[in-house]
């Protein structure tokens, strides 16, 4: 047998063009919290319009970041120690672009800020002053963050503490449910959108942790902490302590995992395994949430502690869902 009649038998490898994918599984957003079910309503205006992943999620954290109730999330969020409301966002889209703003004060609308840090410049983040200073070239209006409800609850936790780091900090505040991340205190909007041509995109918007040292950051504007996506295979996003999120990379975790072979609920839950065994003491009192999205829709969430929750937007449903969590 001859080189050529050898490569003949060979069966014919279709080109890379001509592989049939599987038909997307249609528009369908998915959000951290109750007050998700807001965001995604919003966002569904986008998608149902046909619009992109991307302004859905823009726009749905908007609403967030707008309302002044909120006190975890835009205007009206909880100050650090110096009575100082900075804010952090990410975003990401489905080709990998992302953009990010952390300690951005005196902007409403950081999730729109950190789009513009990836459409407009060469950079992924931009931090405190250099992001005020780009966002008001940008036309974004300054306003003062701290609304009178924040100011009284920042006055009244400055009576009693004290200068040191304490990741769970918030629990003098929010007496009825002493976890962060608890009905209370959700802290974070994360948010994940598929349109209907199944491009993903994702976004991260909080105020971070209540009464935190002065320029201390979370997971919230980390890309591959606090959000990651990548369109072959999904997205996820995080929400809790972000300390302990940061030091597994948490949303790039579960989306390699995603990529293994594991669903969008038993990655979440590896993740928040790995969390576990890193810190078994300290992550019986802290609450940490993933969310994750699917390239088939399939989605799932796990927490380390009961109380976390997310939204689910699609043709078919709105629905606000118990997340399963480690500590019973």
Known sequence: ??????????????????????????????????????????????????????????????????????????????PDREGHVTLDACIMDHESNCGSVMGLENIVNVISVAR???????????????ALQFAVDQGFKKVNLLTPKSEKAWREWLKTSKYEPKMNIENQLYKKDPMPGGPDNHDTIGL??????????????????????????????????????????????????????????????????????????????????????????????????FLALNRKGEYGAYALQKGFSYAVKTSNADIVIPGKYYYQ
């Open 1 to 78: 047998m001859n080189r050529r009649n050898f490569l003949g038998i060979l069966p014919a490898i279709p080109s890379i063009n001509h592989l049939e994918f599987a038909k997307p599984p249609g528009p369908m957003v998915i959000s951290t919290w109750d007050f998700g079910k807001v965001a995604n309503n919003q966002s569904w205006k986008v998608l149902s319009a046909g619009g992109s992943s991307l302004d859905a999620v823009e726009k749905g954290i908007n609403i967030i970041e707008e309302d002044e109730n909120n006190q975890t999330v835009g205007i009206g969020g909880l």
């Open 116 to 130: 513009k840090v990836m459409e407009k410049t060469p950079h992924v983040i931009l931090v405190g002053d250099g």
């Open 192 to 289: 994940i959108a598929m349109d209907a041509k199944g491009n993903i995109s994702g976004g991260c918007s909080t105020s971070g942790m209540a009464y935190k040292m002065r320029g201390r950051v979370g997971d919230s504007p980390v890309i591959g902490a606090g959000l990651f996506v990548d369109n072959e295979v999904g997205a996820a996003t995080s929400t809790g302590v972000g300390e302990e999120v940061i030091r597994c990379v948490g949303s790039h975790l579960v989306v390699e995992l995603m990529r293994q072979g594991y669903t969008p609920e038993d990655a979440c839950k590896e993740a928040v395994m790995r969390i576990v065994k890193k810190s078994p003491a300290k992550s019986k009192n802290i609450q940490v949430g």
